[in-house]
């Protein structure tokens, strides 16, 4: 790890979001200078054609922790999410979405799971003590619902809400699993938690706060085949070269988790 590296690093995948990434930039910044911990955020720009860009660097200027990331074409957000990580310095990694659905207050309910040993603490809405301040739509919920059934079946196990777009890691079981990844759409979450349990990380499922956000890039009907495809995908062809579990050390044995489910 790099001598400077910042305790936190914050990913933010953004694909046209000029309308909302200085207020969630600005939300942000402010929590964490609060906090007095060293951190950066990375914005990845996944082919904005709007003024995303612009935006983010001219708050950028005034915010030295904040750095944006572009490429062209657009990719898909799992590839956005990826090349993110990929070069984040941080001790710990969060990926956060755009629309601050998940308040960045939140951390400090995962954080704590990396202090027991957890490398990784996922917020999770199904959770009895989660609450859903502003809840999506009926036909969303109960699809996701249904979708999180075949996910547990067929590939990760035990998780769930795989999408949920609060995720926190250690810098070395991030970019572990993220150097592994191939999808490039919505379905590189349940990806990354795959392959995490086929290493042997365990993974903390945290309830959180959470406000459904109008804009979401997802159309359920295309997108959700696709992740179905991408699904059976990881089963049945990337599960056979997948990684096997390793020896993990002393610390990545940690203290079962406390909250109900």
């Not at 759409?185 to 042997?200: K, N, V």
Request: glycine share 6%; charged share 25%; net charge positive.
């Amino acid at each position: 790890m790099p001598t400077d590296a910042p305790r936190l690093s914050v990913v933010i995948p953004a694909y046209n979001e000029a309308t909302r990434i200085e207020r969630t930039l600005q939300r942000i910044t402010e929590y964490l200078d609060a906090r007095g911990d060293t951190y950066e955020i990375l914005v990845v720009s996944d082919g904005s054609t709007d003024d995303t860009e612009g935006i983010v660097l001219r708050f950028a200027q005034s915010h030295p922790q904040v750095t944006l990331l572009a490429y062209q074409p657009n990719r898909g957000k799992g590839y956005a999410v990826r090349y993110g990580i990929l070069r984040a310095r941080g001790e710990r990694i969060l990926f956060s979405d755009a629309d601050l659905a998940t308040p960045i207050e939140e951390l400090e309910k995962l954080e704590p799971y990396l202090e027991q040993g957890y490398p990784i603490a996922i917020g999770s809405r199904p959770l009895r003590e989660s609450q859903l301040i502003v809840r999506q739509p009926l036909y969303r919920e109960m699809a996701g619902r249904a979708f999180n059934k075949v996910v547990q079946l067929l590939a990760v196990r035990g998780i769930h809400d795989t999408q949920c777009g609060f995720k926190l890691f250690t810098r070395a079981v991030a970019h572990d699993i993220f150097s592994r990844c191939r999808l490039n759409g919505f379905s590189f979450d349940f990806e990354a938690l795959y392959y995490a349990q086929r290493l042997g990380y365990p993974i903390a499922e945290v309830p959180i706060r959470w406000m459904h956000q109008e804009g979401s890039k997802v159309r359920l009907l295309r997108d959700g085949l696709r992740m179905v495809r991408d699904l059976l995908w990881l089963r049945l062809c990337a599960g056979r070269h997948a990684p096997q579990p390793h020896t993990e050390p002393a610390s990545l044995h940690p203290k079962t988790p406390t909250h109900p489910q």
